[in-house]
Nanobody, 117 residues
Framework: QVQLVESGGGLVQPGGSLRLSCKVS????????MMWYRQSPGKERELVAD????????NYADSVKGRFTISRDNAKNTVYLQMNSLKSEDTGVYYC??????????WGQGTQVTVSS
């Protein structure tokens, strides 16, 4: 059974930091590219960062480049998103997914991030 369980969201002031975690089960995490998406109010879900399996190559949306860092721990079946210098436009629900589970339509419950003073 596929499970994607995101955590670590919350309310933070502009300029602050949060670290999101996503623990997965039900598929071979170490052989899967992993991604973080976000859905901001009134907008479609967008890809913000991804990390490949194996060597761990990373890519970021232009809007978060230099502020967010995606990483993974294959021993813990967990992918992380370190978010620094947060802005109000980073507000949204953050979801993790893998290359094949996203194609199969699996989504977790997400974790809410609110950036506000």
């Amino acid at each position: 059974q596929v499970q994607l369980v995101e955590s670590g969201g919350g309310l933070v002031q502009p300029g602050g930091s949060l670290r999101l975690s996503c623990k997965v089960s039900g598929f071979t995490f170490s052989a899967s590219d992993m991604m973080w998406y976000r859905q901001s109010p009134g907008k479609e879900r967008e890809l913000v960062a991804d990390i490949s399996y194996g060597v761990g190559l990373t890519n970021y949306a232009d809007s978060v480049k230099g502020r967010f860092t995606i990483s993974r721990d294959n021993a813990k079946n967990t992918v992380y998103l370190q978010m620094n210098s947060l802005k109000s436009e980073d507000t949204g629900v953050y979801y993790c997914n893998s290359d094949w589970t996203v194609s199969a339509g699996y989504w977790g419950q997400g974790t809410q991030v609110t950036v506000s003073s």
